[in-house]
């Protein structure tokens, strides 16, 4: 066992709903910054299959326009795909995840800190990424900046629905790839919606209605998503 990580969590202070979720968040941003060459990989894969697409497909720059916002939501996916599986995977495997379990705090306020960690090393550079990709697809500035919107109350989203799945798919056989088959489907919504407010804010149509539902689905992503990420890792415990 690595040292410093189930020690680390049996001997911590953690009092009441905010500190659990500041002290996990701290945990898990300390982790991330041990392993900088998997969240490198990560923007560099986001990276790639923006620039990408203009390559294989035509030049033309109205058509690149058009289908920007997809592939920036397409490839924001995938890039948050690639760091859900050592979500609760290492943990897990060194038995540090038995301690959170037992730790003296609330398990949904740890796995929301955890979440919340996932989020700012993975989610939070793809949104700053964002207008990058825009740029390289010849987006208005007013597109760009909705494009970042979405993905800033997107990306949560995604983080919340890969967290839950991660945890029921700890110790299953082929889990990276059981875990991509069921979040896909769960991430066509934030897809179609993150998508088509870029669309609607270049339609001239504004992107209120979509960026509205995202922030509802943020809302509830957050009210729900620890107890069910909960409920999921104790299962995957017993």
Known sequence: MPAGRAPEIRDAPIFGVVGAVAWACRRDLKLAAQSRAELAVVLLF????????????????????????GIAWVAALLATLLGLPRLFAADWADGTLEQILLAPAPLPALVAGKVLAHWLATGLPLVL????????????PEAIAVLVAS????????SWLGAVTAA??????????????????????????????????MAGLGAGAHLSLLGAGLILAWLFG??????????AHE
Do not use: N
């Open 129 to 140: 990424l964002a207008p990058l990709a825009g740029l390289q697809f010849g987006l208005p």
């Open 46 to 69: 986001f990276l790639l299959v923006a620039s990408l697409f203009p390559l294989a497909v035509s030049p033309d720059p109205q058509l690149l326009r058009a289908i920007a916002s």
């Open 151 to 158: 993905l800033a109350l997107g990306t949560p989203i995604l």
């Open 168 to 201: 029921l798919t700890l110790g299953a056989r082929g889990g990276a790839s059981l875990l991509a088959l069921l979040v896909l489907p769960l991430a066509v919504p934030v897809l179609i919606f993150g998508a088509g407010s870029v669309e609607s804010e």
């Open 226 to 235: 620890p107890f069910a990420a909960a409920l999921a890792v104790r299962i």
